[in-house]
């Protein structure tokens, strides 16, 4: 449905990239690298996006980094279509339904780190959670969202490089 409001598939795979995780910040070169798109095509979009104030860029030594701007009067608002893009909003949905008594939904692998593989990994920690409705909730919330998703689940709290959707003790 994205895909029809933005017609530039770079341009939705730069959006991707750094609105799952704003820490997140890049180079052309590697972008060209992680996408298989040439170097102009890349140069292209992040030279709109920038433009439009929705990136910005910052050198780093001979290099520059594009970045999410997180003052952009529209920046929840892009983060929020993109997560339900990727169908993190019903993903997180699901999981806090009847889990258990969840403590945390971390976002861990290729798309905390903004590279949409078509893999969803996420770990869940907390008491009680309810194992049985986790057997069945994977396919459940594949089909929901057209995307493979791996569940791992905790007894103990975790700190996480990924990206935390939900946490009870700070309230996220």
Same mark, same amino acid.
């Given at each position: 449905m994205?895909?029809?409001?933005?017609?530039?598939?770079?341009? #939705?795979?730069? %959006? =991707? *990239?750094?609105?799952?995780?704003?820490?997140?910040?890049? @180079?052309?070169?590697?972008? &060209?690298?992680?996408?298989?798109?040439?170097? !102009? &095509?890349? +140069?292209?979009?992040?030279?709109? #996006?920038?433009?439009?104030?929705? #990136? =910005?860029?910052?050198?780093?030594?001979? *290099?520059?980094?594009?970045?999410? !701007?997180?003052? @952009?009067?529209?920046?929840?608002?892009?983060?929020?279509?993109? +997560?339900?893009? %990727?169908?993190?909003?019903? #993903?997180?949905e699901q999981i806090l339904e009847r889990m258990g008594e969840v403590s945390q939904v971390i976002l861990v692998g290729d798309l905390s780190k903004g590279i949409d593989s078509g893999k969803i990994d996420v770990v869940v920690t907390g008491d009680n959670l309810n194992e049985n409705y986790i057997l069945n909730l994977s396919s459940r919330i594949e089909e929901l969202i057209n995307r493979k998703v791996v569940l791992t689940l905790l007894a103990e709290r975790t700190v996480s490089t990924g990206l935390v959707l939900f946490d009870r003790d700070i309230g996220a």
């Open positions: 994205l895909e029809s409001l933005i017609t530039s598939k770079t341009r #939705l795979k730069l %959006l =991707v *990239k750094f609105f799952v995780n704003s820490k997140t910040q890049s @180079h052309l070169r590697g972008l &060209a690298d992680e996408f298989g798109e040439s170097t !102009n &095509a890349i +140069r292209k979009e992040l030279n709109n #996006l920038t433009k439009a104030g929705i #990136l =910005v860029k910052e050198t780093d030594k001979n *290099k520059i980094a594009y970045k999410a !701007n997180v003052q @952009h009067p529209f920046f929840s608002n892009i983060q929020e279509i993109i +997560r339900k893009y %990727l169908g993190l909003d019903k #993903l997180l």
